[in-house]
């Protein structure tokens, strides 16, 4: 969750003044000078960048540049009114002082004139003339900047010239007027360059560009302006901008995006491209329907004509439908906030597409006469003046009302309600123009007063504000009940009819069929009518406010309803009376008011059918989902009238229905799980209950303990509500259990379906490996037409690849490029170090003449010398050791590889021709013996191991290839000649050979002595060739992986040892065994884009970061080693140091220092690298799909190495993989305020330019704001304009490289916006602004978490074909994709949770895609299809606070709109999530916060009434059914605690102690064991083993579950329930959700006692203290009559759950025992709790503040949520009524009197208390004594009385003990109250008396959590147990803490000493 929301609430002032100081100071200290420039002033940071540019060539000039600079910004802005500018104006004032003198000295030329223009021409003739024409796209960049650096410096010079009153020479005005015009056209680009120089670009050359630029220039016919100067290359673009006056960079923006588009849809019509560019028809229609889907349908809905006429002429078709495409993208482009109102811009094209036609049809205007122009048309930014920015303002206006989300919901229109406006025919009251007092504009009437000044009346018709439309989100529980009302019914009517089946007669289901039982279970219709008038009632009342919008209509339906349903409730009891003969009671009175005739059942059963006959044909339509997918559509008024009684016809959520196979799935799903609940509550809950219950009610108590108001009560009815509530709680809540147990079943089966984990570990990827490279080559590289496939069930089951012959050389060649690609990436990543990178490599360059497939050595390793023992010790066995060489298949390989390499390296080096022969005959001989299988019969083979030895040093010298070797390796290659021959091949051959090498003459006499050298085989100068001259890449492998092979002793079995790189490769190996599309080639593939939103997080990790020590002592830098140890290893190798101090030196080893260190946390770096490796994959498949055969084998590092020299042919392949990935791939990095952070110098701003320099085709967007100086001078304030900008990194490679590189960014496109952007949450909004710049037909969106790998980045074509495949019903609009949670190995609360968000992300969603088809979007690797979206209001939606989780309503509003989502489980991307308990809880309650307003959205309310019955349950039990079960989980320990708090006191309990109900009640504990379940996370380990078991092997599974429970799993689980419970709940009462930013850091540090305090009292400990009490009391009033047994088993979960919520922040606090931290903490705690608050005292300072601001929330919430507090309060008044009479003092009575005088006592206590604290402040000064001496009596007197009531009543300690429980409570019910009335209560003045109050309650409760911890924290051993608790994972990887903690310190300590 990028914390961008921040971005809303806090304006950014604060920023700023950091600016000045900033601003002033920095100047000309850095390279970074030049972009820190005040924003009113941002026109002169051409000039600075050029100044600091020229520098070191000429610093005179670069002075005279920063003088022209500051002459400027005086020109800009004299009065220096813009913030920061007489800063800055001082300080460049300042350093142009300091630096005349010195430039002047080193000044050439006479005159600062002459100076500059003889540097004007050195820079023209160096610079420009060198690169006038350009292929390539960095030499295209540098001109690009040449260009502007000269126009800069003519200007400059033009300036000094005047000033000097010197002409210009006439050479000098020549060049500049080509200059110039240049400048016009080479501007900055994003991925096109469409400027004419730029055609020879390798992107440009593609045909499928060439066509779409060429369709775009077809302006035949169109009607230009008068005045209108036509450029080159105009296109219909420019057209549109002169007619409806768009922004410039707008219609570049949307001409870019539209030629991508067509172009991308184009070729994948056309695989095979024609010579002749010509875009294709079917490709325009493809892109046009998809864009104008939703605008059709709309027109449809409101029963307009859609304003898409096509002419009739067939040439102009194209031309128009061009025109109507890029009308569209550009009003979207310009369209700022209104983007997330689609329909609001279906009205808006609606109109300009019609205005369109008008013009191109020539029509004429009735009342000029002249030809039609659009209404906003022509000038300059028309557009986005009249029409976007009046609607931006009533969004803002709104927001504003909103009172930054705190206002109710009700009391402003958030982006949906502006949105429904549009989606009713009354919105073309609006008319176009818009009129300005249509209602839309309005606002409320009492905001108008507010407005109102005097001059300004406006008309009475204005006052209509539209208000809230079809929706109103108001605060209640009972949105539950209204949103899935059919499900409440269903359980409702079940619990009646199991009831009275339980009830009556044997208890049997059975005996409903008997007629007696069967007629009372009649009755549910009754309360089914009743039910359906609730909801009706309900409906209306929760209506309300959106009345005024309402259409007659949707009126009447709602009072039809309430109408009918009133008539129904009335109608069914009366008839069902009178099927009766005996009527029971209620039927009795019935017919004593309507005349007690004659019974008549069949009346009854009439209004049944009739009641029931809609349901029926409901049933039918939902058994045929396409007829109701046929009437929702349908437009026919008859059907719209049926339509209309069942469902108001709504825009969304129409023909949402799934395939009928799809709809069999789930419907049995839920169907087996309904029938298990159903049966589970009936047998084991409600029938064993029925009996005691009828006992209990035939008991009658007279003796109560108290006082009883209602003693003749009839059977006992309260005891029966206290047993009876906690079940029916249950019983509602427990579908969610048999949920949990049932996904978890089908999630694992559909896990195995889909083939997950079945290569797990690295002994598995061994045993297939030999599959794998088939695998590859079917999964990652297209196939060609001419392979049949498989079909059918076969083929699913058996999906084998075959292995590779070594002749498929081509397939071999590819899967070593991909594999080695993955293998060096793991590298770079520092996951492996050297050794394992080449044990693992396999080779690049397939050696030609090895005609066998060479396996990674890692398979091979030890094979040699294995099979080397085997050999010797064989004894000529021949068919033995054959056997059992073959018997290892890798072993076979082994050897056959090294004898071909061992034959083919000698074979290479022998060069003489004597030495030759021999050695072809040795071979030729070896050959033949192994064709015939004799080989070990005939050779000897125990002289092997010598030869082995000899080779491997020959071995030896080749790699080291010295000058000096050359007589060894002769010496050796004699030495190896002789094994053989003698040791080996035996006698007989010898002479023969001898022989041959003498030739055959004998007589040795002959030859004279000089010549005895050449004899000597080998020693002659050109026998053997070394050392080698000229060594290739190849060869170095070749050599390299033969050294590898022979040497390895031991076995390679854990390489790669690094966990995460064995689990990366082992799922990549898994996944590419699962079902995936074929992969298209690269240029036929769908385009995406990744858009990311930053905020202010981290980008990369400075060194200060790195190395500062937090207050135990431990760095982040210390800590990652410790964490990473194998990895921190393999980094020091990479960079070739020994040890941490090496990196110091210099500043590139520190930079590789801090991007490790980067790669291992939650930043933008790691981010940006992870999503750039999409990039790499697609050049390495572009390459092996375009590469020839001859490349192919060459390789693609080949292309890599060799990229410098090759670029400048335009066509080679490496430019054209580079095209290629351009036009399919986009990354858009939204960072909000990344312009603002450059102006201001922030460190951020630098390391974001960096990562652009890094990734050049990553791109940055950012929001601009600019204050631009007001034309006239009255204003002193200069207003501030927004632009959206796109930036990239200025790529210039100087020419000479000695001079210095600047890293500057340049604008691309700047897009003015209608004002400030961010007018919701701030994230979505963040999305909003960058979605413009992407571009391509998927888009990812990555959050600033996440990460990603390269061997994943692979499949991503593959992924994205899933578009074009039919899921069901209709395509997929969402790709759903794994995460992999990558924090899990930081401590065991970060276990815990990766564990749960991986089960929740994997089995949880697989489950909700399929069957379910329930998935929504969850946040983030989800790829959206992007036109669908587009024209859909976007990828999040942006309301403030209802949108909080601004993901999940993408998800929703997708499947409104038809749209489909799906999930894959082949690829995973990376996603970091918080460590440490405080950031888990902010998170959680961030979570639980969003789903209360989801539980109040209209999106629920939608889809719960849309779907059908079973897929609505699916989606409660999904969404906000897990949050609503978990906060009943909580209520049933309540009830049932105040249940037995009631039976207790009231002596009920012992009243009915004979009663079994009482003292052993089955079915309550099964109803408690079921709460527990939930409470200890039940419900999440269950999906969780399952999914561990099914990728890792259930023997792990059940090993990480049993270490969870030792970490205290459950404690975790139990107390992130709490922080659910409470802050659900508290949303959906009283409001207060908020952002809540995490912070992403490590999070090993002591969190204060305060803190916890502060975050949890509220949540956890005020809860805790009271179930605390509640079983307390229950502890000491209820013993003496029940066994012990039952006690423990009901209540030990809760004593559990009191204990977790008061101490679990404790245990899980690192360092949290030790004594020193707690005192520190005690120190803090009492320092906080007695500061006092005030106006700007933050709350972490002082408990006021604090305490002011945790009832925050309350001063929104309404009346209702204020009732509701209260009586919620009164429950704390229970306890005194109820312990005063068990005091000893009372026992004898049981008067109200005694209640009474108990409040007497409370009263006086406050009364004494508020008289001392008067008395302190008049009297402690003037009368100290009689102050004290009033105090002492007090003090006297108190004693006295406790002395009394002890000797004469018998008071005990007991007694004592109750009356603080009685009490305490008491005052605590009263607090409450009060904070709720707080305004009354300030009213009466008694506000300070309730904080001083509410203070003391504090300090007790903070005694209490204190006092046990510093008990505990007094044993050593306890710090001890709880740090191995907290941090086993990271023991188990070798890490100790407590040294981390310790170590540290003493260092530092010992530092100091010397």
């Not at 790699?959 to 070797?965: E, F, I, L, M």
């Not at 312990?1779 to 009364?1807: C, D, E, P, Q, R």
Request: aromatic share 12%.
């Amino acid at each position: 969750m990028s914390s961008s929301r921040a971005g809303a609430d806090q304006p950014p002032q604060p920023q700023r003044r950091i600016q000045r100081t900033q601003t002033a100071g920095n100047l000309g200290e850095t390279a970074f000078d030049s972009e820190v420039v005040p924003s009113s002033l941002v026109e002169i940071a051409p000039i600075l960048r050029v100044a600091n540019e020229v520098e070191s060539n000429n610093p005179r000039v670069a002075y005279l540049c920063r003088f022209y600079a500051f002459e400027k910004a005086h020109r800009l802005d004299p009065t220096s009114s813009g913030r920061g500018v007489r800063q800055f104006k001082t300080a460049l004032l300042q350093r142009l002082e300091r630096e005349n003198d010195p430039t002047l000295m080193g000044r050439v030329k006479k005159s600062d004139a002459r100076e500059m223009q003889s540097y004007y021409q050195h820079y023209y003739k160096k610079y420009i003339q060198a690169l006038q024409n350009a292929a390539d796209k960095a030499d295209r960049a540098q001109l690009t900047k040449a260009y502007q650096t000269a126009n800069v410096l003519f200007e400059v010079l033009k300036a000094v010239n005047m000033t000097q009153s010197m002409e210009v020479d006439r050479e000098i005005l020549e060049a500049h007027g080509k200059v110039a015009e240049k400048t016009e056209l080479l501007v900055p680009y994003n991925i096109l360059p469409l400027d004419p120089d730029s055609t020879n670009q390798a992107i440009m050359k593609y045909p499928e560009i060439l066509a779409a630029v060429l369709a775009l220039r077809n302006t035949r016919g169109l009607p230009w302006p008068k005045e209108y100067k036509k450029k080159k290359d105009e296109d219909v673009l420019d057209w549109l901008q002169s007619m409806f006056g768009f922004q410039k960079d707008n219609v570049a923006n949307q001409r870019e995006h539209l030629i991508l588009l067509l172009a991308n849809v184009h070729i994948r019509q056309f695989p095979k491209p024609d010579q002749q560019p010509k875009l294709d028809d079917r490709a325009l229609t493809e892109v046009m329907k998809k864009l104008f889907k939703n605008y059709k349908k709309w027109c449809k809905y409101l029963g307009r004509k859609s304003s898409l006429w096509l002419p009739t002429i067939q040439q102009e078709v194209q031309q128009r439908k061009l025109l109507y495409m890029g009308l569209y993208l550009l009003i979207w482009g310009e369209a700022a906030n209104l983007r997330f109102m689609p329909e609001c811009l279906c009205y808006i094209y609606h109109h300009m597409a019609f205005e369109l036609y008008g013009m191109l049809a020539g029509n004429v205007s009735p009342m000029t006469g002249e030809n039609v122009k659009p209404a906003y048309g022509g000038e300059e930014e028309a557009f986005l003046k009249k029409v976007v920015t009046p609607i931006y303002k009533v969004i803002a206006e709104e927001a504003d009302r909103s009172k930054r989300g705190k206002s109710k919901h009700s009391q402003w229109r958030n982006y949906d309600d502006i949105n429904e406006y549009f989606w009713s025919v009354d919105c073309f009251r609006l008319g176009w123009p818009m009129r300005a007092d249509a209602d839309f504009f309005c606002m409320p009437s009492e905001q108008r007063k507010l407005d109102k000044s005097s001059e300004d009346h406006k008309p009475a018709s204005g006052d209509r504000w539209v208000g809230k439309v079809n929706f109103v989100e108001i605060r209640s529980f009972w949105h539950i009940f209204r949103s899935f009302d059919r499900m409440w019914s269903f359980f409702i009517l079940c619990l009646q009819v199991m009831i009275i089946v339980a009830w009556n007669g044997s208890g049997q289901p059975t005996s409903i069929f008997s007629a007696d039982v069967f007629k009372k279970a009649l009755s549910v219709f009754i309360t089914a009518a009743i039910l359906k008038l609730g909801q009706a009632v309900l409906d209306v009342i929760l209506s309300w406010k959106s009345r005024r919008s309402m259409s007659f209509h949707v009126k009447l339906r709602y009072i039809a309803k309430v109408i009918s349903a009133a008539a129904w409730v009335i109608i069914l009891p009366v008839t069902y009376a009178y099927t009766w003969e005996n009527p029971p009671g209620f039927a009795q009175t019935i017919k004593g008011w309507f005349g007690n005739n004659s019974n008549s059942p069949s009346l009854f059963i009439l209004a049944v059918v009739i009641y029931l006959s809609p349901n029926m044909l409901a049933g039918v339509l939902f058994l045929f989902p396409f007829i109701r997918r046929f009437l929702e559509r349908s437009n026919y008024r008859i059907v719209m009238l049926m339509m209309w009684w069942s469902q108001p016809r709504l825009y969304v959520g129409r023909g949402m229905h799934e395939g009928t196979f799809s709809l069999f799935k789930y419907t049995m799903f839920w169907v087996l799980l309904i029938v298990t609940k159903l049966a589970f509550s009936y047998y084991i809950e409600i029938k064993p209950l029925v009996g005691p219950t009828k006992a209990i009610m035939k008991v009658r108590i007279t003796t109560f303990q108290w006082h009883e108001f209602f003693p003749r009560a009839k059977n006992n009815i309260g005891v029966v509500i206290a047993l009876w509530a906690p079940i029916i709680l249950v019983y509602f809540m427990d579908t969610q259990i048999w949920y949990a147990i049932y996904s978890t079943i089908f999630g694992g089966i559909y896990g195995a379906f889909r083939r997950l984990g079945e290569i797990r570990t690295l002994g598995m990827l061994r045993s297939r490996f030999e599959s794998l490279p088939g695998a590859f080559n079917a999964r990652l590289i297209p196939v060609d037409k001419s392979e049949p496939k498989k079909k059918g069930l076969k083929a699913t089951l058996s999906r084998t690849f075959g292995q590779v012959e070594g002749s498929k050389e081509k397939q071999a060649a590819r899967f070593a490029q991909l594999w080695n690609k993955i293998i060096s990436s793991f590298r770079e990543e520092d996951l492996i170090n050297n050794r394992e990178m080449d044990l693992l490599l396999v080779p690049y360059w397939a050696d030609r003449d090895l005609d066998l497939i060479q396996w990674p050595p890692f398979l091979l390793a030890s094979k040699i010398p294995i099979a080397l023992d085997m050999a010797k010790d064989s004894n000529g066995k021949d068919k033995e050791l054959t056997k059992r060489i073959l018997a290892d298949e890798y072993m076979h390989c082994a050897v056959r590889e090294c004898y071909a390499s061992f034959r083919n390296i000698i074979k290479f080096l022998v060069q003489g021709n004597r030495e030759k022969e021999v050695i072809e005959y040795i071979f030729s001989e070896v050959d033949k013996h192994i064709k015939e299988g004799d080989l070990i019969r005939e050779f000897k083979m125990s002289a092997l191991p010598s030869l082995y030895d000899h080779f491997v040093r020959l071995i030896d010298f080749l790699s080291k290839n010295n000058q000096d070797d050359r007589d060894q390796v002769v010496i050796l290659f004699q030495d190896m000649l002789e094994v053989v021959t003698r040791d080996i091949m035996l006698e007989d051959h010898i002479s023969s050979l001898v022989d041959s090498v003498h030739g055959g003459s004998g007589h040795e006499g002959m030859i004279p002595l000089d010549q005895h050298q050449q004899h000597q085989l080998f020693a002659s100068a050109g026998a053997i060739k070394f050392p080698l001259t000229h060594v290739t890449e190849a060869w170095k492998e070749k050599i390299n992986r033969l050294y590898l092979l022979l040497t390895t002793k031991e076995s390679a079995m854990d390489v790669p040892s690094n966990l995460e790189a064995r689990r990366r490769i082992s799922f990549f190996s898994n996944s590419l065994f699962m079902d995936m599309p074929p992969a298209p080639k690269v240029r036929n593939m769908l385009s995406f884009s990744v858009l990311t939103p930053y905020y202010t997080e981290e980008v990369l990790f400075s060194i200060e970061g790195l190395e500062r020590p937090n207050e135990d002592g431990v760095s982040i830098l210390f800590y990652l080693q410790k964490i990473f140890p194998d990895e921190w290893n393999n980094f020091l190798g990479r960079v070739k140091c020994s040890s941490e101090d090496e990196l110091k030196g210099s500043d590139e080893l520190e930079e590789e220092l801090r991007l490790w260190a980067s790669y291992r946390g939650q930043t933008l770096t790691r981010t940006v690298r992870g999503m750039m490796y999409y990039r790499k994959a697609l050049e390495l498949q572009a390459f092996l799909d375009m590469a020839k055969d001859e490349d192919l084998m060459q390789g693609y590092k080949a292309i890599e190495l060799n990229s410098e020299d090759q670029s400048k042919e335009g066509r080679s392949l490496w430019a054209q993989g580079q095209a290629v990935a351009d036009m399919k791939f986009t990354y858009v990095v939204s960072c909000q305020l990344y312009g603002i952070q450059k102006r201001s110098g922030d460190y951020r701003a630098q390391d974001i330019l960096r990562l652009m320099t890094t990734y050049p085709s990553l791109r940055v967007a950012y929001i601009d704001e600019v204050e631009e100086p007001s034309k006239d001078r009255s204003q002193k304030i200069n207003q501030k304009v927004y632009y959206s900008t796109l930036v990239k990194a200025a790529m210039p490679k100087s020419i000479d490289s000695s001079e210095p590189v600047q890293n500057l960014d340049q604008v691309i496109y700047r897009i003015k916006l209608p004002g400030p952007a961010i007018l919701g949450e701030g994230k979505p909004e963040n999305q909003n602004h960058a979605i413009i710049f992407t571009r391509g037909e998927g888009l990812q969106t990555i959050d600033m978490n996440q990460d990603n790998y390269m061997e994943e980045a692979l499949k991503m074509r593959n992924l994205l074909q899933e578009f074009l495949k039919h899921d069901g019903v209709r395509h997929p609009t969402i790709l759903g994709l794994r995460e992999h949670i990558f924090t899990g190995s930081v401590s065991s609360l970060a276990w815990f949770m990766s564990n749960q968000e991986n089960s929740f992300v994997t089995i949880g969603q697989r489950l909700l895609a399929n069957p379910l088809k329930v998935r929504f979007h969850y946040g983030h690797p989800d790829v959206f299809d992007r036109l669908f979206h587009l024209s859909r209001g976007g990828v999040s939606k942006a309301s403030k606070v209802i949108n909080l989780s601004e993901d999940i309503f993408a998800g929703f509003n997708s499947t409104l709109r038809e749209g489909n989502v799906t999930h894959h489980e082949y690829i995973q991307v990376g996603k970091g999530r918080d460590v440490g308990l405080n950031q888990i809880s902010m998170f959680e309650a961030k979570i639980a916060n969003g789903n209360g307003e989801q539980t109040l959205s209209r999106d629920i309310y939608r889809l719960g009434h849309r779907f059908d019955f079973f897929r609505m349950l699916s989606c409660y039990f999904t969404t906000i059914g897990f949050y609503y079960s978990t906060l009943i989980t909580v209520l049933t320990v309540y009830v049932f605690l105040y249940g037995r708090l009631y039976l207790v006191l009231s002596g009920l309990e012992e009243g009915l102690n004979t009663q079994e109900a009482i003292r052993d009640n089955k079915p309550l504990q099964v109803a408690l064991a079921s709460q527990s379940f939930v409470q200890i996370g039940f419900l999440m380990a269950l999906p969780m083993l399952m999914e561990i078991g099914l990728e890792k092997g259930f023997r792990t599974a059940l090993s990480e579950f049993i270490l969870m429970q030792l970490q205290l799993a459950p404690v975790f689980f139990t107390f992130s329930l709490g922080t659910k419970t409470h802050y659900y709940g508290r949303t959906l009462l009283h409001g207060g959700a908020k952002y809540r930013s995490t912070g992403r850091g490590f999070v090993v540090f002591h969190a204060k006692f305060a803190d916890n305090y502060r975050l949890y009292s509220c949540s956890h400990f005020v809860k805790g203290i009271e179930l605390l009490i509640l079983l307390v009391v229950y502890q000491i009033f209820g013993h003496t009559y029940r066994s012990a047994v039952a006690y423990i088993l009901i209540t030990v979960s809760m004593w559990f759950m009191v204990v977790t919520w008061l101490f679990a922040p404790f245990l899980f606090n690192p360092s949290g025992f030790e004594w020193q931290k707690i005192v520190d903490d005690w120190t803090d705690w009492n320092k906080w709790i007695s500061n006092r608050g005030g106006i700007g005292v933050p709350p972490e300072k002082s408990w006021e503040s604090w305490w002011e601001e945790e009832q925050e929330h309350l001063r929104h919430s309404g009346k209702r949520g204020i009732v509701a507090e209260i009586l919620l309060s009164l429950r704390f008044f229970i306890y005194q009524y109820g312990l005063v009479y068990h005091l000893n003092i009372a026992k004898k009575t049981k008067s109200v009197l005694v209640y009474g005088i108990s409040w007497l006592v409370i009263v006086l206590i406050l009364f004494v208390m508020k008289t001392v604290s008067v008395g302190r402040r008049k009297f402690s000064a003037e009368y100290q004594l009689v102050f004290r001496l009033i105090k002492g009596l007090i003090f006297v007197t108190f004693v006295a009385i406790l002395v009394t009531l002890i000797v004469l009543p018998h008071m005990t300690l007991q007694d004592i003990i109750v009356c603080i429980l009685a009490f305490m409570p008491t005052g605590w019910g009263m607090l409450m109250i009060a904070q709720a009335c707080k305004p009354l209560v300030q009213k009466a003045g008694l506000w300070p008396s309730v904080r001083t109050l509410a203070r003391g309650f504090e300090i007790v409760m903070g005694l209490l959590l204190f006092t046990p911890v510093a008990f505990l924290a007094w044993f050593p051993f306890v710090s001890e147990f709880q740090t191995r608790m907290l941090f086993n994972q990271a023991f188990s990887r070798g890490l100790q803490i407590s040294r981390i903690l310790g170590g540290q310190r003493k260092d530092r300590s010992s530092r100091n000493k010397e």
